[in-house]
């Protein structure tokens, strides 16, 4: 393991630099151990191997894919892919302005937004248990989810008024898969985010509209100390896939080469 | 006796006077309340109607009628029929004590010992004037001897003593049930927090003798809570822990005995118009239920399990080694939750059950969503300004230290307060502290080092030894790190000073720390 530390110490500052809308990471995926009560997996499920984008997409990567794909523009967008305040920040439909520098992260974008910009680059949005194995790890280890520090370490942005800017993407220091932000920036869209919680076979669980009163995250979660994943579980659940939020980012995912 | 009008409360008046139905109703109401006052002439006084019921004074009815009454006794949730007699009689009861493993979650076991083989035990129901005969059986493969207090008993130990049985042994004794009520039995052989922990408690129904009003469903649930050695939900067989029961901190607070005991296949259900009565007790042995069903009003709480009903309830307490009968009529269907409203124990300790309502909608009692729609508020948009500022000023070669001071505490709290906290004051024995720090101070400039490449291994801050690793910010540009490195340097009484990107550009190019190795 010290090995392999240094190893990872010795490529960051080789691949920190490297940026564009390309920059993705190889993680190996294995048995992971979700916090999200699935009906038809008992204990761990294998995630496959895939690649993430290092960083959240950034206000300059989206400006990029909007000029490319017009239909995107905010002028121009259909309202069944986009609420009103899509984009809203930025200056115009093509200009970004004060209040979206370019490295920020974009936000204010819908999932459908964003689920296209990842298929222009020839990705995909990730789904929520390659997010969430991708964030449980830290700068040191591959599952750090058990460790109370980390944990309060996670919690420290919760407790953070969303008032403040946002940091630029990529600020904070990548985890031991060399992906940066998964935490204490943004949220971020998944593929299936709309199916968080909510089984649709009603016959197995008895409970079918369990996700919608307070008492139920209770009934779907593995494990309830990971208040850090039920959080962005509940966020992303409350949400439809046109809404835009002022914290609510995304990256995309792919199969790894 | 009092049973006129007089019982009706003003409430009803006053809506008699306004409308004509409820005049019929009242109407009705004062014959069904006379009615039940000539049925009962020179009888036991029904209890809603009676400012007294006279206790025990008045519970003894006579020697038992009619042949021995064997009692029927159910497991839960479920509750047996009501007794339906109209004169005392002598009821047998038989109770086995089991000690087996059960589910105390999924993948959890956990050794209960149980009156009946399920936790809560069976729930024993009978009349008040009744000779109850009660035979305690503890199984022979039992490890302990055992024995039964029952709160519905007239007496020293409410049985306790007479019926403290060996494994493999049957004990008998009767007693008379003088006062009507719910009320819980648990074991109380010493020790008997440990024997409770474990899952010896149940109710027993002492029906009033005119009965309880009908309805359409009766429901047994009785909450506990579990002091396990490993902690919720940690898979395997669990044992019991001494130390957490006694510090009244349980792993689990749970209902009838298992996590999922009352949800999913296993809800309790009922249909809308229907009227459901749950039988609710507290075993303990330590925490008092805020007990809630999410999205019911309780039309009547027995609270305390006594005589008396409140209307109109929304939470209602019940002490350990106490009970309450609750009614609701079900208007709307759906999934009721039903929990300790001391919610952390519902959301991190299992204390969880599902009603689940079937039914026709009534969208005029509860709509559902009828609206999501965009709300803008007006607070104004956040902006980098100190950042931006900074990075212009860098531009153009007139930055201020002020301007990187501001600058760096804005990127400080996107990404070391997490560790360093935004005081500077680190974690005693993992992170070290940033304020006041006499690694700092004893050089300056080693801060753009640290941030660029790095820190491993043992460090001494402050007197206090420290020995973890703090990974290269190499993510960070020159200004980035040049402006972190400034605002630490003038804060929380460091020494001041400034570092200018150039230094950091020169730093980045260096050798790092030989912890790291070189690079490339």
Redesign the interface.
């Known amino acids: 393991m010290r090995r392999f530390?240094?190893c990872w110490?010795?490529t960051?500052?080789?691949t920190?630099f490297t940026a564009g809308a390309a920059d993705y990471v190889k993680l190996p995926g294995g048995r992971f151990h979700t916090a999200l009560k699935y009906e038809d997996i008992?204990e761990n499920m294998r995630v496959a191997p895939f690649a993430l984008m290092r960083k959240p997409v950034t206000n300059a990567e989206f400006l990029a894919f909007v000029r490319s794909h017009p239909q995107w523009r905010r002028d121009r967008v259909a309202s069944v892919f986009a609420?009103?305040?899509y984009v809203s920040?930025w200056a115009g439909p093509v200009t970004l302005g004060?209040?979206a520098?370019p490295q920020?992260p974009v936000v204010q974008v819908s999932w459908f937004a964003a689920r296209a910009y990842c298929e222009a680059q020839g990705a995909r949005l990730p789904t929520w248990v390659e997010w969430e194995y991708a964030a449980a790890a830290d700068?040191?280890r591959r599952d750090a989810r058990s460790d109370l520090?980390w944990r309060e370490?996670i919690l420290?942005?919760y407790s953070?008024p969303?008032?403040?800017?946002?940091?630029r993407a990529?600020?904070?220091?990548?985890n031991v898969y060399g992906v940066?932000d998964l935490h204490?920036?943004v949220w971020e869209w998944t593929e299936d985010f709309s199916s968080l919680l909510v089984d649709p076979d009603n016959r197995?669980?008895?409970?079918?509209?369990?996700a919608k009163?307070?008492?139920?995250?209770?009934?779907s979660m593995?494990?309830?100390?990971h208040y850090a994943v039920l959080m962005r579980v509940a966020m992303l659940s409350s949400l439809?896939a046109e809404d835009t939020t002022a914290n609510l980012g995304f990256r995309c995912a792919k199969e790894p080469k | 006796m009092l049973c006129t009008e007089a019982e009706v409360g003003p409430f009803e008046k006053a809506a008699a006077m306004r409308h004509r139905t409820q005049v019929l109703t009242l109407v009705v109401l004062s014959l069904a309340l006379l009615a039940g006052c000539n049925a009962n002439d020179g009888g036991p006084e029904p209890a809603a109607t009676a400012s007294d019921t006279g206790g025990s004074l008045k519970g003894d009815f006579g020697p038992p009628q009619g042949p021995d009454v064997k009692a029927v006794l159910t497991s839960p949730p479920m509750v047996p029929p009501a007794t339906g007699r109209k004169a005392p009689a002598r009821v047998i009861v038989e109770l086995n004590v089991v000690e087996k493993d059960m589910p105390i979650s999924e993948?959890v076991t956990y050794t209960f010992w149980t009156f009946g083989g399920t936790v809560p035990g069976n729930f024993i129901r009978v009349r008040q004037g009744d000779t109850v005969v009660f035979h305690l059986r503890n199984m022979p493969d039992s490890k302990m001897p055992h024995n039964i207090d029952l709160h519905g008993v007239t007496g020293p130990g409410g049985g306790a003593a007479s019926s403290f049985t060996a494994p493999g042994h049957v004990s008998r004794f009767t007693f008379k049930a003088l006062n009507a009520g719910l009320f819980v039995y648990h074991c109380a052989t010493a020790p008997v927090g440990m024997h409770i922990a474990n899952g010896m408690y149940g109710l027993i129904l002492v029906e009033p003798p005119e009965g309880l009003p009908p309805v359409d469903k009766e429901y047994y649930v009785m909450q506990g809570d579990f002091y396990t050695a490993g902690k919720?939900?940690e898979k395997g067989h669990q044992a019991f822990d001494m130390q957490k029961g006694i510090d009244e901190n349980p792993t689990y607070v749970l209902f009838n005995g298992s996590e999922g005991a009352l949800?999913?296949?296993k809800?309790l259900t009922a249909k809308v118009g229907e009227t459901v009565r749950l039988f609710v007790g507290n075993g303990g042995p330590n925490l008092v239920s805020s007990f809630h069903v999410?999205?019911e009003i309780f039309d009547k709480v027995w609270f305390e399990g006594g005589s008396r009903f409140q209307e109109n309830v929304q939470t209602t307490l019940i002490p350990s080694g106490g009970a309450a009968i609750m009614e609701f009529h079900l208007e709307v269907p759906?999934?009721y939750?039903i929990?300790d409203h001391s919610i952390f124990r519902?959301?991190?300790k299992g204390a969880?059950a599902?009603l689940?309502a079937e039914g026709a909608e009534n969208l005029a009692i509860y709509s559902g969503k009828e609206v999501?729609a965009?709300y803008?508020g007006d607070?104004?948009?956040?902006?980098?300004?100190a950042?931006?500022v900074a990075a212009t000023a860098a531009k153009s070669g007139v930055l201020t230290i002020d301007d990187q001071i501001k600058a760096g505490q804005?990127?400080f709290?996107?990404?070391c307060?997490?560790?360093h906290q935004p005081n500077g004051e680190g974690?005693a024995g993992?992170f070290p502290p940033l304020a006041k720090s006499d690694l700092i101070a004893a050089n300056p400039k080693r801060i753009a080092d640290i941030l660029l490449h790095?820190l491993a291994g043992p460090v001494t801050v402050n007197g206090k030894d420290y020995n973890s690793?703090m990974?290269?910010?190499?993510?960070?540009t020159d200004d980035?790190v040049a402006n972190i490195g400034t605002y630490v340097l003038n804060s929380w009484d460091n020494p001041g000073g400034r570092i200018s990107k150039a230094e950091v550009a020169q730093r980045r190019a260096s050798a790092p720390a030989p912890a790291?190795?070189s690079?490339?």
């Not at chain 1, 197995?204 to 369990?210: F, I, L, S, V």
């Not at chain 1, 593995?222 to 100390?225: A, H, P, T």
């Not at chain 2, 607070?379 to 300004?385: D, K, M, S």
């Not at chain 2, 990974?471 to 960070?476: E, N, R, V």
């Open positions: 530390i240094a110490l010795l960051v500052p080789l920190g008992k609420e009103p305040r920040h004060p209040a520098l920020q700068e040191m520090l370490r420290h942005w953070q969303s008032n403040r800017p946002l940091q990529g600020l904070q220091t990548p940066q204490g920036l197995n669980q008895g409970d079918a509209d369990k009163f307070c008492g139920a995250g209770a009934l593995n494990d309830r100390d439809d | 993948g919720y939900r949800t999913g296949d809800a999410i999205g759906g999934s939750v929990v519902a959301f991190n969880l599902i689940k999501d965009m803008i607070r104004a948009q956040p902006n980098l300004a950042v931006a804005a990127l709290t996107g990404t307060s997490t560790c974690m993992v790095g690793v990974p290269p910010m190499s993510q960070l980035e790291t190795g690079e490339h």
